[in-house]
């Protein structure tokens, strides 16, 4: 099974993403599913990754994946969810049985999830960080500077979102809108097959 990740932009959140989905599907029971980032074209923000013209080239230009899960950020905007819905239709329009894109946002920020594998400071609150709409600059960059992790690849991505991956049953506890919803709908999608 060939799995696509397409998010906004991989420089970063393919160092959140490609852990915590790679867990997602050994969790759901396929382990071997190959996970891999859209890294060609690239994707630079929302604009280009809710462009349904990108997103039918990148679904053209490779054949062999059976799920594309596009993954972009939230960023307090209700009707974002109504976006990728559209997408997604018209995905399955072009798309065979087979094969199939999935698309979520996460509240607020991808980083959010890789939050939500970590022990967190004792003055923080898990509601107000879910609803904070910066939560990167509030929260992930802080933490990433308190734990002198900014130097590494993702200035602190890396570690964070392997830190979440390996915690997956808190990360998808503290994320239900989003990081649950999505692997129930990729069981559901499995599941009829």
């Given at each position: 099974m060939n799995v696509l990740i397409i998010p906004e932009d991989f420089r970063k959140d393919q160092y959140i993403l490609k852990p915590i989905i790679q867990r997602m599907f050994a969790e759901i029971g396929k382990p071997q599913a190959n996970v891999k980032m859209c890294l060609e074209p690239v994707l630079g923000g929302i604009h280009q990754a809710t462009d349904w013209g990108r997103i039918a080239d990148i679904l053209d230009m490779y054949p062999t994946v059976d799920i594309f899960l596009l993954i972009v950020d939230r960023d307090g905007i209700?009707?974002?969810?109504?976006?990728?819905?559209?997408?997604?239709r018209n995905a399955r329009e072009i798309l065979d049985n087979d094969r199939v894109l999935l698309a979520e946002n996460a509240w607020q920020e991808i980083e959010v999830w890789a939050l939500a594998g970590q022990q967190l400071p004792r003055d923080w609150n898990?509601?107000?960080?879910?609803?904070?709409?910066?939560?990167?600059?509030?929260?992930?960059?802080?933490?990433?500077k308190r734990r002198r992790l900014t130097k590494e690849p993702g200035e602190g991505r890396l570690t964070m979102g392997r830190e979440a991956a390996a915690r997956y049953a808190r990360v998808r506890s503290r994320c239900k809108e989003d990081l649950q919803g999505l692997e129930v709908r990729l069981k559901a999608w499995l599941g009829a097959k």
């Open positions: 209700a009707t974002r969810r109504r976006a990728l819905n559209g997408i997604e898990w509601r107000k960080i879910r609803a904070e709409i910066h939560p990167k600059e509030r929260y992930f960059e802080p933490l990433a």
